[in-house]
């Protein structure tokens, strides 16, 4: 056998392996439709990012509602003083406590109501008057209306649909 036979024996038999390799690992499933196009998906960082679209629009509409919402007011303090005795005048102290509570609440309309009240109650030693410890309460309802900027339900609710606009639009783009 001449060096070109072997040489001719040897690649058919190399081609033979290499195809009995081939034909011994198994051909990927096909790929239907539908896996492609959640592959694509998937792998789309555009569209990772407009996941999130919608979920911002909504706290955009948080945002604005948060506005209307009613706020709470709670203060309290107390003033103390003493003056010692000085030769023939006695010592004298007084104490002041003062507590405020309100509600206010910024309505659709424009108008802002708000309701407040404040007790205050002071006590002189030695007593300076026939009432000791003297008290002090009032209440306070205040409504307040613009007639030029912000009259109106209209004027006050568009930002609110601005911002449903914006939410509806996040979701159709999203889809």
Do not use: W
């Not at 990772?48 to 706020?71: F, L, M, W």
């Amino acid at each position: 056998m001449t060096f070109r036979h072997r040489l001719f024996v040897l690649l058919v038999l190399s081609v033979g392996a290499a195809s009995a390799l081939l034909a011994q690992t198994s051909a990927p499933a096909p790929l239907t439709l539908e896996d492609c196009i959640s592959r694509a998906l998937k792998r789309n960082f555009s569209l990772e990012i407009d996941r999130y679209n919608p979920t911002s629009a909504k706290d955009g509409i948080d945002i604005v509602k948060d506005g209307y919402q009613p706020i709470i007011t709670a203060t309290a303090s107390r003033a103390r003083s003493n003056i010692g005795s000085t030769g023939t005048s006695p010592s004298f102290s007084s104490t002041t406590d003062n507590v405020r509570v309100g509600a206010s609440q910024q309505l659709y309309s424009g108008t802002n109501v708000s309701v407040s009240s404040n007790l205050n109650r002071s006590r002189s030693d030695p007593a300076l008057s026939a009432l000791n410890p003297a008290y002090n309460a009032d209440v306070t309802v205040a409504v307040r209306q613009n007639l030029l900027r912000g009259l109106g339900s209209d004027v006050n609710r568009a930002s609110l649909e601005r911002a449903q606009i914006a939410l509806d639009r996040a979701n159709l783009d999203f889809k």
